[in-house]
């Protein structure tokens, strides 16, 4: 295995890990906003207010594209362990 494989697999593994963490890191950063937008509408500073919501909105992001991430992830494995006899 040379240097450029394993850069090559490296960068397969940062890119794969950004898009399948991007809608779930999306989701929670859009919730967090409005909430933080409500809070300083009412005055209320409660910290349950941005954590309850949050888990929420992850957890139907999660739900909605759930099957997508998996795809991507064995994907990326089988590419991964199909290049693995060749490598050495």
Known sequence: M????VLEIGQQALRVALI???????ASMVVGILV???QVATSLQDAT?????KILGVGVVLLLTGNW???TLVDFTHDLLTRLPGVF
């Open 2 to 5: 040379n240097e450029a494989q």
């Open 69 to 71: 991430m998996l795809r």
């Open 20 to 26: 399948v963490s991007a809608p779930l890191l999306l």
């Open 49 to 53: 207010l941005t954590f309850v919501p």
């Open 36 to 38: 933080s937008i409500v």
